[in-house]
């Protein structure tokens, strides 16, 4: 199992960056895929960007452009940089671990992840 733990959100305005963190626990972490996730009230849980094993980037439609995803293996951690950021983007943003994926594979499906971090708030406001 890893352990995760998100930082990083808040609160801005349309248009405004913010980077978020998630911090890994465990010796594994070079092993794992990672994703962020994010869940909108009364809204399903998606997908937002995902790093491979091998360092390769996969990103949803909606946020193709503005957010980048990447990682330091020496630090345990993955980042996801937002910029432009809209209405539309504020959620509770969740970083993901998955075991066992292929070294160049980034699950998109939320029950390919095997560990959850507890969710950072991000609010922008119009």
């Known amino acids: 199992q890893v352990q995760l733990v998100e930082s990083g959100g808040g609160l801005l305005q349309a248009w405004g960056s913010l980077r978020l963190s998630c911090a890994a626990s465990?010796?594994?972490?070079?092993?794992?895929?990672m994703g962020w996730f994010r869940q909108a009230p009364g809204k399903e849980r998606e997908f937002v960007a995902g790093?491979?094993?091998?360092?390769?980037?996969y990103y949803a439609d909606s946020v193709k452009g503005r957010f980048t995803i990447s990682r330091d293996n020496a630090k345990n951690t993955v980042y996801l940089q937002m910029n432009s950021l809209k209405s539309e983007d504020a959620a509770v943003y969740y970083c993901?671990?998955?075991?066992?994926?292929?070294?160049?594979?980034?699950?998109?499906?939320?029950?390919?992840?095997?560990?959850w971090g507890q969710g950072t708030q991000v609010t922008v406001s119009s």
């Open positions: 790093i491979s094993r091998s360092g390769g980037t």
């Open positions: 465990g010796r594994t972490f070079s092993s794992t895929a």
């Open positions: 993901a671990a998955a075991l066992g994926v292929a070294f160049s594979n980034i699950p998109v499906l939320p029950g390919r992840y095997d560990s």
